[in-house]
């Protein structure tokens, strides 16, 4: 049955996060905006929470969600799993710190492990966020073909770095032609020459890739990509495939963030449900169980680069030293490798070897119920992504492809859906993609889909339905 849009459902969310509202009041006397972290917030208020446990989440109004946020893809075990947390305290425990600064044994068991999951690690390192481990593989491309250029997709988020921070969400009338896209800041303060330097790419069009990076052949060191485009829209495998054979060919080195799609879209990620193998992988989130972390893994000649051995400690400034800093590619960090995160990841690491297939069918569980509920009433929405993560564009397009077809798609009726949502106890933040974890339940899953149908019928139907 076809239904027409009504009804405005943001009144009652002002009514029922009252205190999440006077929270954010208070907040914006400490921090600009109230928030730390741009991402969270939304209009007219984010809700503030103030517990967590499992699936579910409970805001500053005492209303308890099935939350599908989950720290940004983070949580992939659910809020404060008990077998992250026993792994977490019984390390202290036994080895009476939580920080060494020296090397120590969990980071070449956490590497052994991470190698067998990708197989493209010949060599990896430890940073503290996804944004680092991508801003180090974009060093190490640079280091290693000696080009300083480097190309992103439109549409793609690789961390809040200048260099990167450029056409992650374009206004449409700035960004260009959709086959040789403009590049644009995203922020205040970038300089210039990070426009100048920073290609923009069309995702999922191999030849307008091919003739970008053909033209820039000499400049262009790194060709980063989210392989899966903010963690839900699937690029066609002949595309995968001729961006590897492409970069291959121009030297430039291929780099997989999956930051957001690793551990969640399988346990190997996107290079192995693609078989295309990358040069350097960026690895965060899931991986880190929900605290800070992030990897950079790969070929075995880009990370060696690092490698500060034969006297070349960058901070010693001692005569005997036998190489210069120029020679060694810097990556440190007080925190790299930190053992109760390692830990915690080891943790999570075990549960999603046991749990993943569950949690892949739970998660399609809820998209093929969402897409039922679309296809029956007659919505042109789609439920599109892999694995533990997926979005749902409402647009008539048969097959969403890229940044642009994502901005034409009905973005507006998307919000009014996610805040009927909210209403009913269903939390993810307005337009974000979902995010599941073996902690969501067959119940969770059963409840999320009757509120969904709820939600439909609210924004679609109003009170005539
Ligand atoms: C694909 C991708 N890369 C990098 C990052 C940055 O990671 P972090 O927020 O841990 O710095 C994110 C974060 O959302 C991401 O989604």
Redesign the pocket.
Known sequence: MAIKKSSHPMLDYQKDSIRSKNFMEAANAVMPGGVTAN?KYFDPHPLAMKEARGSKVIDMDDREYIDYVMG??ALVTGHGDERVKKAMTEYIENHGTWLFGTPHALEIEMGKRIQTHFPSMELLRYTN??????LLALRMAAAYTGKHKVAKFEG?????YDQMLVSVSPSMKEAGEEREPNSLPESKGIHPSHLRNTVVLPFNDLKACERILTEHRDEIGAVMI?PIQS?FIPPDLSFMKGLRQITKELNMVLIF?????GYRTCLGGVQSIYGVTPDLT?L??AVGGGF?F?VVGGKRDILMQSAPSHGSDVFDASQSKNKTAQDVLFHSGTYNGHPMILAAGMAVLDILEKEMDVLLQRTNQLKQGIQEIFDRYQVNGKVIGMGSIFSVVLSPKGKIRNYRDLQKSDLATRKEIDFALLKRGIYLKPLNRYSVSTAHTEEDIRTTLTAYEEAIKEVYGGSRF
């Open positions: 991402i940004y893809g966020s996804g944004t680092e481990a991508t793609h988020y690789h961390g809040g989210e963690g963030d999956e930051v957001k799609t960026a965060g989130k800070p992030g």
